[in-house]
């Protein structure tokens, strides 16, 4: 995988395709927001600024406020790689909110989604 191609996407362009992929499971997009704020530390304001300024997906997590305390508790495999053995801090990043939105996705409750 190129992860420079993967950093420099727009995250407006990768929102979209997360709220798709919860949508057609019968979650929402309140829920995929919980999951993004609890992640970085964005409110509904920041996101909307990250979207409507098209920041990369690199930027996103640069800008991110701060990133949650319990990110490093999210484990299992995503894409086939194993989140918490990616060397790569922004590649971990970006896959620990893939791998949340999975969870959502297959219908685990948001407080195991959530690590609480």
Not at 60 to 88: L, S, W
Request: hydrophobic share 40%; charged share 30%.
């Amino acid at each position: 995988m190129d992860n420079e191609r993967v950093y420099k996407m727009a995250f407006s362009k990768v929102y979209p395709l997360l709220l798709q992929k919860v949508e057609k499971k019968g979650r929402t997009k309140d829920e995929l927001n919980t999951v993004i704020f609890w992640l970085t530390g964005y409110d509904d304001a920041g996101l909307e600024q990250a979207l409507s300024q098209h920041v990369s997906y690199e930027a996103f997590f640069e800008q991110a406020p701060k990133m949650h305390p319990n990110a490093h508790h999210i484990t299992g495999a995503i894409c086939g790689y194993r989140v918490e053995e990616i060397k790569d801090p922004l590649m971990q990043k970006i896959r620990w909110l893939d791998k949340l939105v999975d969870e959502l996705a297959k219908g685990k409750k948001m407080e195991k989604v959530l690590r609480g």
